[in-house]
């Protein structure tokens, strides 16, 4: 009578975690060989606590189904973690493996620094935990960020090595709500994704000032060409040019775009050839408008401008 051989089927490697949305978590892993078909279940293990308790939070009875959806996380007020267990059947009846790794889902917090007017209100500090210490050896060294603006797309917008887990992200905009995910890739082909976190950004910097820099006028016809230097703050959208004269002051024009740096004034011969008159340059940025130069003029048989 020959020997009977026993063999335990192992637990499989748990290799990704991702959130999804409502913050469904979605594990994948690599099965277990199991060349007698000993295989009875895998028992996937959750817990809100490093330390427990765990608790099953389902069975699978098919040992090619590589991945679970948990649909009861609260990921709002804390975290999860899973491990699983294989259940199998050898001859001597039935046992559990021991247990997988336990990982945790990458959950990210975003805070944009754009509350009060300071040098880095145009930043957003990220920060994430990791999925596993140390480690997992088939994932990869790095953590790709994503960036998504209001009504735009997702952006890869840079990665940080295993071991630091925050960024600090410039936003050059006024104002915007910036949302943000991170992903790790694992060699087996699944992807490990965090939460989506988003909060206000904005850059409430006063742009650089572009100066005046050139006046002429057409004696004849009265045209008042002005120019002034480009903008160099990448956010502005444009220029307002205003016009006070001693009856009074209103706005002349909007010249959009930040390489556009002239503008032509017309029809002002009965206007300047008798009165002293003002001119401001006000730039736009995201809808607002910043005054940035008074200029003075007398307009005679001379034009001169000088700083008010």
Same mark, same amino acid.
């Given at each position: ?27 994948? *892993? ?24 765990? !608790? ?57 620094? +754009? ?12 920060? *994430? ?8 050896? +088939? ?52 992807? +490990? ?7 206000? /950004? ?26 002034? !230097? ?10 307002? /040019?205003?016009?006070?004269? !001693? ?8 010249? *959009? ?22 001119? *401001? ?28």
């Amino acid at each position: 009578m020959g020997q009977q051989l026993f063999a335990a089927v192992v637990s499989p490697e748990l290799k990704c975690i991702a959130v999804g949305a409502n913050d469904d978590i979605t594990l994948t *892993w690599v099965p277990p060989a199991d060349p007698l078909s000993e295989f009875i279940s895998y028992k996937v293990f959750h817990a809100t606590s490093v330390s427990g308790p765990y !608790s099953v939070a389902t069975t699978i009875n098919n040992i090619n189904q590589l991945t679970y959806t948990y649909t009861t996380a609260n990921l709002t007020t804390g975290t999860a973690y899973f491990y699983i267990q294989t259940v199998f059947d050898d001859g001597s009846g039935e046992q559990s493996s021991t247990s997988s790794d336990t990982l945790q889902p990458m959950l990210i917090t975003v805070e944009g620094l +754009s509350a009060v007017p300071t040098p880095f209100e145009s930043q957003a500090s990220i920060m *994430w935990n990791k999925i596993h210490t140390p480690k997992l050896a +088939s994932h990869s060294d790095w953590y790709l960020i994503y960036r998504k603006m209001a009504g735009a797309s997702w952006a890869l917008i840079d990665s940080t090595q295993f071991g630091a887990e925050n960024y600090l992200d410039s936003v050059a905009v006024c104002n915007d709500s910036a949302y943000y995910r991170i992903e790790v890739s694992d060699a087996t082909g699944c992807v +490990s994704v965090s939460n989506v976190v988003g909060d206000e /950004v904005g850059d409430k910097t006063a742009p650089n000032t572009p100066q005046i820099d050139s006046v002429s006028i057409n004696p004849i016809t009265g045209e008042v060409q002005v120019g002034w !230097s480009s903008g160099v703050s990448g956010d502005i959208d444009g220029y307002i /040019v205003l016009l006070e004269l !001693s009856t009074g002051g209103y706005q002349i024009d909007t010249v *959009w775009g930040i390489g556009n740096t002239f503008f032509l004034m017309q029809a002002l011969v009965q206007e300047v050839n008798q009165k002293r008159m003002r001119c *401001w340059l006000s730039i736009l940025v995201g809808g607002e408008e910043h005054r940035i130069q008074v200029q003075q003029a007398q307009t005679t048989k001379q034009f001169f401008w000088k700083p008010c």
